[in-house]
C-alpha cells in the first residue's frame, strides 16, 4: 500500500492564481481531512470529509475548497491564493470514528506551498 | 473546546541523555491523545497513542508516555536519545467526533548534540 500520496510535493503561486492540491489514500478509509502547518502553530484543520459526498469545514476553512466524489480522493482546491495562504499542506486519512470513538489518522508526506 | 499546549518550543539534549517534552491538553472529557514525530521535509509520524486502560504506553523507536488525568498531561519520554531523534514532534488530541479531527499543539523542535 502506499498509504496516503499527496501531489505536488512544492508549488509556487502568484497571488490570484488558483490551484488544487491532490490527495489520494489507497487503505478504502471513509474519513479524510486536510490540515495546514505554520511555524509556531502546530497543524490546524481546514476540511474534512466522512464520506464520498459529505465534506464539513474545520477551523480555518477561509478561501479553500474541497469535494469528495470517491472514497480515494480528496482534492483542495485554492480559489484566488494569497501570501497568507503560504503554508505546508497535509492530507490525513482514517477509518471512521466518532461517537465518543477516536481513530488515527495517517498522514501523506506534504505540499509546501509558497504564494508571492 | 479541546486545545494543546507544548510549553518547549525548542529543546537540546546530548546524544545518549534522556528526553522529556512536556504536553498539557484541555478538554472536558478523557481525551484521546497522540504524538506524532515530523522528520525535516517529512510528513508526520505516529509515535503513539492513548486511548483508555494503562496510562504509560510505549511507542515505537524506543518513546513511550505517560497520560495524568489530575495534570492533563501527556508528556512523551524517550530515556536515551539518538541523534536520528533530531525531528519536530507534536501533541494531538481527538475528542472522538466524526472525522477523527485532531487539535495540535504547537510542536517541540529537538536537537541532539553529539
Known amino acids: 500500500n502506499a498509504g496516503v500520496t499527496q501531489t505536488p510535493k512544492f508549488q509556487v503561486l502568484k497571488t490570484g492564481q488558483s490551484m488544487t492540491l491532490q490527495c489520494a489514500q489507497d487503505m478504502n478509509h471513509e474519513y479524510m481531512s486536510w490540515y495546514r502547518q505554520d511555524p509556531g502553530m502546530g497543524l490546524r484543520l481546514i476540511h474534512y470529509s466522512v464520506g464520498a459526498g459529505i465534506t464539513d469545514q474545520g477551523e480555518v476553512p477561509n478561501g479553500y475548497n474541497v469535494s469528495r466524489s470517491t472514497t480515494e480522493d480528496f482534492p483542495l482546491r485554492l480559489l484566488s491564493a494569497a501570501p497568507s495562504q503560504t503554508s505546508v499542506y497535509f492530507c490525513a486519512s482514517s477509518r471512521p470514528g466518532g461517537g465518543g470513538y477516536q481513530e488515527t489518522q495517517y498522514f501523506g508526506p506534504g505540499t509546501r506551498l509558497l504564494v508571492l | 473546546a479541546q486545545s494543546v499546549t507544548q510549553p518547549d518550543i525548542h529543546i537540546t539534549v546530548s546524544e545518549g541523555a534522556s528526553l522529556e517534552l512536556r504536553c498539557n491538553y484541555s478538554?472536558?472529557?478523557?481525551?484521546?491523545l497522540f504524538w506524532y514525530v515530523q522528520s525535516p521535509g517529512q510528513g508526520l509520524q505516529l509515535l503513539l497513542k492513548y486511548f483508555s486502560g494503562d496510562t504509560l504506553v510505549q511507542g515505537i523507536k524506543g518513546f513511550e508516555a505517560e497520560f495524568k488525568r489530575s495534570q492533563s498531561s501527556f508528556n512523551l519520554r524517550k530515556p536515551s536519545v539518538h541523534w536520528s531523534d533530531a525531528a519536530e514532534y507534536f501533541c494531538a488530541v481527538g475528542a472522538g467526533n466524526a472525522g477523527n479531527m485532531l487539535t495540535f499543539g504547537g510542536g517541540t523542535r529537538l536537537m541532539v548534540k553529539p
Open positions: 478538554y472536558g472529557a478523557t481525551p484521546y
